[in-house]
């Protein structure tokens, strides 16, 4: 019998208990800047000292050395008469603290000191930084140092050391002593180097130089186009195709230039800039014109135009555009960093699990181990099979035997045997792995009479977990050599989970979200949360605000209802186009990459680009779903798990009822990782790992990993309710986003249906501009109106819908982009004057 089986939060109890840690009376330091509560106390105490220190210092300047005479008094005078004769705003100590700092040390440059708790008190109460703390310290200790100097040498020349020596303070007036032996008034000639150094290194002078000539290159050249534009927009409003060759050329002139000469100068503009247009020699079509807004006027057709120009140029050449002025952001800003969104984040710490209590008894016996070998050779021995060797490695579930029989014993007869030897060792769940692979063994693993728990802290304080560079990292148990297997979910990169009830699903599901939630910035990770049996992911609801995503509107974030389940389904589809849609547009083949260029500010987010989190989804009872909506469900969950991987939707479905209706073909082809804990039948088995053996589990977390064809046995980690609830505590109560992360708008085939009543008149303002785009690109996609047109999801959506209703579109087809009915601008325009929407 287990002596060790966690009931509820006996673990933690008895260790508590033990330990006295719970109620310990010792400091906890660490709490101290890491609740949210202390670190807006620490945060408003840094900057009340900054406003202090700096009203004090400027009191200090305006009374001049009034108070010095009480601060040389110090010691002498009782405080009470020192208060009183003091001068300074914020009495003894701002005297004091003035004179040191600023007499003594820095002079007037000593104003800029306050700066630095102010911006640091700001960041820890706010989570923002009005300005960038590091950068801010480095320049207010550089500027602070060399005020002090130069005024040092302002003092010393004009010999005013006696009546203004404070405004150098005694750095800069020591300093100048110095330099002024070695240089007389020539000191000045290293404190200008200085700071021209300073400039050079710290603000990277001479590629802010370069960057600034081509942002004003690339400005003048949008302000020629622009009137250019306004001047042929009757024009090309009359002749769209026409004109449309004209600027492929021209577009296509320019980029050659760019690229041959990198910033060449403007050349002069001529007097008809149309002239130069139609001849193909101007250059005035710099792509930043691609982002055009969406006002239905003249000009609007001619930006479309020359941004369907642009499409056709080499992406090299697109690149080009964002490489100046993203170059120059980079260095303004710095690398894009997601987790800013919430800065004061901290991750769940480990104590927040229960502590790890150690078998205190041998695991399996020498009598056990002994009795077992003699069990194994007996009974394969009444069976005319002799064994050469046989070896144990004791696991933490079960115990293997490999053993090496004699030369000319077939496998298939020791493997028909693995009822008899089950029989003879009275021991349930033996499994028989004839040949182990890659070993030259026959494999017989034995369930141990104490099995040994394996604590979720155990693991996830692992330092291999810990270290681990995973995308998606998820410790899934301990291996018979008691190992921790952790298996990266982005390379998996969908998991199938099956498991008798009571066998360990949910913990096993807990303990996915818990290694992810443990290694995963709230914003790099959002889960998708589906639970039609309304109560094992219940927990998670704390975590709505820092790792969740929900349909906009939905009320929970955890979704338990089938048809919101659908909804959702549908949801992620289009979250996954719409993705797709971006690798393209930045030419990059998956998430990681597209997240990296966008980190490296070389994707314009008013092009639409955004940082894209990774999405797991996590079904919990896929049977109940496929059961009331079978391929309302099973048709997306097929398409994410076809298409999503690329664009970081990965997926984690669970059930307990493992047979071909719910794991159908189509969902199985497209899950290569399978997950089983103990089924009732080998049939149930085979459904989900293509092989028997998940029937012979012993239970409580031990269960069988297939990816491809290699089978691995491990025993899951334990975590209980309590230890998940501490931790979404612990997560919940820190400061998190707005909402929930927001899942584009589903509106379902009951929105659909209604659709062609639509009344002409109830159409967008913006639906002919949304054709001609759609005509121009010979693109159907939404995200296309939504990034070109800079318009929310939901209006995009309502377009298409729109669109496909006046047949300029045909209908949704999934992940691939809607048809367009139309091959040119003139029969577009045709057709909506007919319709009455031109
Ligand atoms: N990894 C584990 N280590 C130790 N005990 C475990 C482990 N996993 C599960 N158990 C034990 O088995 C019990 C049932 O587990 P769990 O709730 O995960 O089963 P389930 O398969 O999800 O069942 P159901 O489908 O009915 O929800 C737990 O309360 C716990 O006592």
């Keep these: 019998m287990s002596v060790n089986k966690p009931r509820g939060n006996t673990p933690r109890q008895k260790a508590e208990e033990a330990t006295g840690s719970r109620f310990s009376l010792s400091f906890d330091w660490e709490q101290l800047f890491s609740s949210p509560k202390n670190t807006l106390a620490w945060g408003i105490f840094f900057i009340l000292l900054g406003i202090f220190l700096e009203i004090a210092f400027l009191s200090y300047i305006i009374t001049g050395l009034s108070d010095q005479s009480v601060i040389d008094g110090i010691g002498e005078l009782s405080v009470r008469d020192a208060g009183r004769q003091t001068r300074n705003l914020f009495g003894v100590l701002g005297a004091v603290l003035s004179h040191f700092f600023i007499y003594r040390w820095f002079g007037v440059g000593a104003l800029l000191l306050p700066l630095v708790p102010i911006v640091a008190g700001w960041k820890m109460a706010f989570g923002k930084e009005f300005l960038p703390l590091i950068r801010t310290t480095k320049e207010v200790v550089f500027f602070t140092i060399w005020i002090s100097v130069l005024m040092g040498y302002v003092v010393m020349m004009s010999n005013t050391e006696n009546n203004l020596s404070f405004v150098s303070g005694g750095i800069g007036y020591i300093t100048n002593i110095f330099l002024f032996n070695w240089l007389k008034w020539g000191s000045v000639i290293p404190i200008i180097f200085a700071l021209f150094v300073f400039a050079v290194f710290f603000y990277d002078a001479r590629s802010a130089y370069e960057s600034w000539q081509l942002k004003n290159a690339a400005r003048q050249e949008a302000y020629g186009i622009k009137e250019e534009i306004s001047d042929l927009g009757e024009e090309v409003a009359k002749k769209p195709a026409d004109l449309k060759s004209d600027f492929v050329s021209v577009v296509d002139d320019t980029y050659d230039d760019l690229i041959l000469e990198e910033v060449k100068p403007l050349p002069a503009r001529t007097e008809d800039p149309g002239k130069d247009l139609k001849n193909g020699q101007a250059i005035y079509a710099p792509p930043v014109l691609a982002v055009s807004p969406p006002v239905m006027s003249a000009d609007t057709k001619l930006e479309l135009e020359v941004e369907d120009t642009t499409q056709l140029s080499e992406p ?172 990266d979910l982005a390379k998996m990169p969908h998991l199938l989970m099956a498991g008798a009830t009571g066998q360990g699903k949910s913990v096993g599901l807990n303990v996915i979200l818990a290694s992810l939630i443990y290694k995963k910035h709230p914003a790099e990770l959002k889960f998708v949360l589906v639970d039609p049996k309304k109560v094992e992911l219940t927990l998670f609801n704390k975590l709505e605000r820092h790792f969740l995503a929900k349909l906009p509107n939905a009320e929970e974030a955890i979704i338990t209802d089938t048809k919101k389940v659908i909804f959702t389904l549908n949801s992620l589809c289009i979250e996954m186009d719409s993705r797709y849609d971006l690798l393209k547009e930045a030419a990059v083949r998956n998430l990681k990459e597209y997240n990296a260029k966008f980190a490296q500010r070389r994707l314009n987010p008013e092009k639409g680009h955004r940082f894209l989190p990774y999405i797991v989804l996590v079904i919990d009872e896929l049977a109940d779903l496929m059961m009331t909506a079978g391929k309302e469900v099973e048709t997306p969950i097929a398409r994410l798990a076809q298409l999503a991987r690329a664009v970081g939707i990965h997926l984690v479905v669970a059930t307990q009822r493992p047979s071909v209706k719910v794991i159908t073909g189509l969902i199985k082809a497209n899950f290569p990782a399978r997950l089983s804990f103990r089924v009732t039948s080998s049939i149930d088995s085979r459904t989900i790992l293509d092989m028997g053996g998940a029937e012979q589990l012993v239970g409580q977390g031990d269960m ?50 209604g659709k062609a009543d639509l009344n002409p008149d109830d159409f967008d303002t913006l639906l002919p501009d949304a054709a001609r785009l759609i005509v121009t690109h010979q693109q159907g996609s939404t995200s296309l109106i939504q990034r070109k047109m800079k318009l929310g999801y939901n209006r995009a959506g309502r377009i298409m819908d729109q669109l496909e209703i006046l047949g300029v579109v045909g209908p949704f087809t999934g992940s691939k982009a809607r048809d367009v009915m139309f091959h040119d601008l003139s029969g577009l325009e045709e057709h909506l004057r007919v319709m009455g929407v031109s």
Excluded: W
């Design 316 to 487: 090299v050449e697109e690149e080009y555009e964002d490489e100046g002025i993203s170059t120059s952001i980079l260095r303004e800003f710095g690398q894009y960093d997601p987790t800013l969104d919430l800065p004061t984040y901290r991750f769940p710490t480990i104590d927040l699990l229960n502590e790890v209590i150690e078998n205190q008894h041998e695991k399996v016996t020498h009598e056990e181990l002994e009795g077992n070998k003699t069990k194994i050779v007996d009974t394969l021995g009444s069976y005319g099979i002799n064994i050469s060797k046989i070896k144990a490695t004791i696991g933490p579930t079960v115990t293997l035997y490999e053993i090496i029989p004699e030369a000319g014993v077939r496998i298939s007869k020791i493997k028909n045997l693995e009822g008899d030897i089950a029989l003879s060792l009275a021991a349930l769940g033996i499994r028989i792995i004839a040949p182990m692979p890659g070993r030259g063994t026959i494999g017989i693993e034995v369930p141990n009479k104490n099995r040994e728990t394996v604590f979720v802290r155990s693991v996830l304080a692992n330092e291999r977990f810990q270290k681990s560079n995973y995308d998606l990292p998820i410790v899934l148990g301990k291996t018979i050599s008691n190992e921790i297997h952790i298996v």
């Design 704 to 753: 069988l990993l297939a990816i491809n064809s290699e089978v691995i046995r491990l025993q899951c980690p334990f975590i209980d309710t309590r230890e998940i609830e501490d931790v979404c505590e612990y997560i919940g109560s820190q400061r998190g986003y707005d909402e929930a992360y927001a899942l584009p708008e589903y509106e379902g085939e009951d929105a659909t249906e």
